[in-house]
């Protein structure tokens, strides 16, 4: 199995900060790798597909980066509705490994 | 765009089968792959493994033989079921899809708790 490792497991940030996230995979895969939000009580939502490519709908202060086997989630600017944890996943093999979380929090 | 729900037991006893079924609506369950994912209280998540519209499945090693994943096309419906269960089995259960990679559309989760 592909070994998905975040970090950190946590952050505090305040609005208006600059928040990166990274996820190290235990072996290449390739740009295979997506970013979800979750907010408490709800299902995780898609933010980034393909390392890279945001989603319809979401805010362009995200931004997406890496290749090979590591990987950065950017949050520029951050806002009131951007504390949530978030997650990385790939999808190069089965099965499927999420990153453990980090939690953005005030 | 694809709206997904989950149902089935809140409650399910340790030892016993825990079984839930997804019901997609808003679109086609053709020819599509969909999955499930798990999360227990306060952890990450997990992929349980997923189904093509014909049947055929891939499911996680870490479970493989306690899962049995089944579609029916006539209800755009699939099925999971959890052979044997424990505590760590407790989760909130989410069905997703069309799997493509990534998890676009997801369920709202329902929560299963193993006990007694």
């Known amino acids: 199995d592909i070994q998905m490792t975040q970090s950190p497991s946590s952050v505090s940030a305040s609005v208006g900060d600059r928040v990166t996230i990274t996820c190290r995979a235990s072996?290449?895969?390739?740009?295979?790798l997506a970013w979800y939000q979750q907010k408490p009580g709800t299902a995780p939502k898609l933010l980034i597909s393909?390392?890279?490519r945001l989603q319809s709908s979401v805010p362009s202060r995200f931004s997406g980066s890496g290749s090979g086997a590591d990987f950065t989630l950017t949050i520029n600017s951050l806002q009131p509705e951007d504390f949530a944890t978030y997650y990385c996943?790939?999808?190069?093999?089965?099965?499927?490994?999420f990153g453990g979380g980090t939690k953005v929090e005030i | 765009q694809v709206q997904l729900q989950e149902s089935g037991p809140g409650l399910v006893r340790p030892s016993e089968t825990l079984s839930l079924t997804c019901t997609v609506s808003?679109?086609?369950?053709?020819?599509?792959?969909w999955s499930w994912i798990r999360q227990p209280p306060g952890k990450g998540l997990e992929w349980i493994g997923l189904?093509?519209?014909?049947?055929?499945?891939n499911s996680n090693p870490s479970l493989k033989s306690r899962v049995t994943i089944s579609v029916d096309k006539s209800k755009s419906q699939f099925s999971l079921s959890l052979s044997s269960v424990t505590a760590a089995d407790t989760a909130v259960y989410y069905c997703?899809?069309?799997?493509?990679?990534?998890?676009?559309?997801w369920g709202r989760g329902t929560l299963v708790t193993v006990s007694s």
């Open positions: 997703t899809g069309p799997h493509t990679g990534v998890f676009l559309n």
């Open positions: 808003g679109g086609s369950i053709s020819p599509y792959y």
């Open positions: 189904i093509y519209y014909t049947g055929t499945t």
């Open positions: 072996q290449d895969i390739s740009s295979s």
């Open positions: 393909s390392t890279s």
């Open positions: 996943q790939q999808g190069n093999s089965f099965p499927v490994t």
